[in-house]
């Protein structure tokens, strides 16, 4: 899924899944919500407002149900600090 960063409120980044209709949001605190079932239309006015932060406060956050985990940032991070780590050990 491919990732748009905005800063908005807590936002840092959003991302949309046609296929599967799937919403992710991911926060400055480095956790993310996947929202199952949105359709195409409330990514495209949610990707596209002026205001992102009320946008996903009034459509998303009650209205869609939401899946916890980890943005995508922080597992990349995590795999470079292994990656890293093992090189200094050799």
């Known amino acids: 899924m491919d990732m748009k960063r905005i ?5 840092r980044a959003i ?5 599967e209709r799937i919403l992710r949001v991911e ?6 919500i996947d929202y199952s079932g949105v359709g195409s ?3 495209r006015r949610f990707s596209t ?9 009034d ?10 985990g980890r943005a995508a940032v922080d597992s990349k991070r995590a795999e470079l ?3 890293f780590r093992q090189a200094g050990e050799q």
């Open 7 to 11: 800063n908005a409120g807590k936002l």
């Open 15 to 19: 991302g949309y899944d046609a296929r």
């Open 27 to 32: 926060f400055d605190d480095g956790s993310a």
């Open 41 to 43: 239309e409330v990514w």
């Open 49 to 57: 407002s002026g205001a992102a932060w009320s946008f996903y406060r």
């Open 59 to 68: 459509n998303i956050e009650e209205e869609f149900a939401g899946k916890r």
């Open 81 to 83: 600090e292994a990656l």
